[in-house]
């Protein structure tokens, strides 16, 4: 029988530099709900997720989370996510050259599919 060998990546942080993408349209976002976040704001809750991401700072200043924060920064991001967003150093020739080898490739996230698509393209 003939093996197989695979390699799974995470996305975001790993592939893509995500980070400064959404910061910048959480910023957009929020400020449609009256919140001046700061790009500082978010730090703690990288990672946690896009309704903690967004909701923890809204609420930082007194304003309650709605889903429509959520789906509003997506709307932002999707808008400038093209034009944005940087591969992490070394990630394109990385995987040019694992599938050269042969290698099955997969991605991992737990991002939103809305996100995962928009960072594929």
Not at 44 to 64: D, L
Not at 78 to 100: F, H, N, Q, W, Y
Request: glycine share 8%; hydrophobic share 45%.
């Amino acid at each position: 029988m003939k093996t197989r060998t695979a390699v799974i990546f995470d996305m975001d942080g790993c592939l893509v530099d995500t980070e400064p993408v959404i910061n910048h349209a959480a910023i957009l976002g929020l400020k449609e709900w009256g919140v001046e976040a700061q790009p500082d704001d978010f730090t703690p809750f990288i990672g946690a997720g896009e309704i903690a991401y967004i909701g923890s700072v809204a609420e930082k200043y007194g304003v309650k989370y709605e889903p429509a924060m959520k789906a509003r920064v997506y709307e932002i991001y999707l808008d400038i996510v093209d034009a944005t967003l940087k591969p992490m150093p070394g990630a394109i020739e990385c995987l040019s050259r694992l599938k050269e080898d042969g290698f099955e490739l997969a991605l991992a996230s737990a991002a939103d599919h809305v996100k995962i698509d928009a960072n594929l393209r």
